[in-house]
């Protein structure tokens, strides 16, 4: 799976976890450098606490385009600290 934004790969894995049509990328299959952390976090009902990233690619900044879960429930401990995106993100095969 690929993650683009903004005309750049940023991120790629073939051991993502899908999780309600979410694709979830293990953090180092992210690019360096394109994730900034955010202020913003929201809470799902079974999965725990979000908190979000900021994505920057070439000067340009999508806000609060992805986020992970730190310290999810055991029903959704598959997912702790990989990164699932959204807000225009296109992942694709």
Known sequence: MKAIWN???IAESDNT???EGNHY???NSITEG???E?????RCPWKGQAS??????????????????????????????HIA?????????
Request: aromatic share 14%; hydrophobic share 35%.
């Open 7 to 9: 005309n750049k790969v």
């Open 17 to 19: 976890v899908e999780v």
């Open 52 to 81: 979000y990233y900021s994505i920057e690619v070439n000067g340009e900044t999508n806000k609060d385009a992805a986020w992970y879960y730190k310290q999810p429930s055991d029903a959704a401990k598959e997912i702790k600290d």
């Open 34 to 36: 394109v994730l900034k």
């Open 85 to 93: 995106f959204w807000r225009g993100v296109e992942v694709t095969e």
């Open 38 to 42: 955010s202020n913003l976090s929201s």
């Open 25 to 27: 990328f293990p953090p």
